[in-house]
């Protein structure tokens, strides 16, 4: 293997010891931070993230509320939920997690929290600011990736950046922080109608692959050299793989992230990154 490793589990290591000293900050102001989980449904995997998220929390001094609703729940008891936890003080982000069980619009969900407890920075506020190149709560795995991109040296002005997977949660606002003036990456976002996703991917400069197939990218796809970020989490037997053939990308890459201990930590460090910023605000009343 040639490709240095991208070692999110240790840069995401260093940011919960940030995220830690600023709510010892916060403390000695009397101020506490608390995350609020909410999962509907009882699928095992989102069980297991929501529990990894709120591990985290606590492990830097977050208070963390657990909330779960049956699978069946209805619209109007999430609301609700997410009503209270509007509401309460005590609470400063809201992590609703996904995706949501069929009948439950995650855009209207999403758009029920209080955008400045937005956790996850997907309320359409947020993406909104994104857009407009605004402050507001920044999406939780994009940021993630830019900060280990940043952390290990590796520049996005003049890159050629080839993103696979357009979704909300991933692809698209990753595109669009990419692109924005002080990140100046020249960014293509490919999906399942893209022909030939070689051709394209073999331009990149810094590949993404967020498409939730594994294996979707092999050595052939990959430019020599290029900076290889797997964000995909796909169940494997009793392992996790990504959406990258680690071993062989691994050869021609300059630069790859594993799965597990890549992309999905530095997830849950923007998250509480997210989530402490949010009590700052609420103690200094900026919004
Ligand atoms: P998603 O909503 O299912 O979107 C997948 C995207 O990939 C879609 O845009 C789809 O294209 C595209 N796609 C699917 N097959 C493709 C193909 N053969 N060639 C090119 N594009 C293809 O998934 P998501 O929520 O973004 O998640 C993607 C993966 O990332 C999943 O494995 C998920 O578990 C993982 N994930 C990881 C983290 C983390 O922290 N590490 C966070 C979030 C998600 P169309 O739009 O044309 O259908």
């Known amino acids: 293997m040639s490709a240095r490793i991208l070692d999110g589990t240790a840069v995401a290591a260093l940011v919960r010891t940030e995220v830690a000293d600023r709510v010892d900050v916060l403390a000695g102001r009397g101020k506490s931070v608390g995350l609020a989980t909410v999962l509907v449904g009882d699928d095992p995997a989102s069980r297991l993230y929501v529990d990894s998220k709120r591990r985290a929390a606590e492990e830097a001094g977050i208070r963390a509320f657990d909330h779960s609703l049956p699978a069946g729940a209805a619209l ?36 029920s929290i209080d955008p400045s407890k937005d956790a996850d920075g997907l309320h359409p506020t947020n993406l909104g600011m994104l857009v407009m190149d605004r402050p507001g709560v920044a999406p939780a795995t994009p940021t993630g990736i830019l900060t280990l991109l940043d952390h290990y040296g590796i520049p996005t002005d003049g890159a050629m950046v080839v993103v696979v997977g357009r979704s909300l949660l991933v692809g698209r606002p990753l595109a669009i922080l990419l692109g924005l003036k002080g990140r100046d990456a020249t960014v293509a976002l490919a999906h399942s109608h ?10 990149a400069d810094i590949l993404v692959a967020a498409a939730g197939r594994p294996g979707l990218i092999g050595a052939h796809h990959v430019k020599p050299g290029a900076t290889v970020v797997d964000v995909g989490i796909n169940q494997a037997g009793e392992g996790l793989i990504g959406d990258v053939d680690f071993e062989a990308v691994a050869e021609v890459a300059g630069a790859i992230t594993p799965v597990p201990g890549g992309v999905g930590p530095m997830t849950i460090a923007s998250l509480l990154e997210n989530t402490v910023a949010a009590a700052e605000r609420r103690i200094t009343g900026r919004h």
């Open 194 to 203: 893209t022909p030939d996703l070689a051709a394209l991917t073999r331009q």
């Open 76 to 111: 109007g008891d999430v609301e609700r939920l997410i009503d209270r936890l509007n509401e309460s003080g005590s609470v400063d982000g809201i992590l609703v997690q996904l995706p949501l069980p069929p009948g439950l619009d995650e855009a209207v969900v999403l758009g």
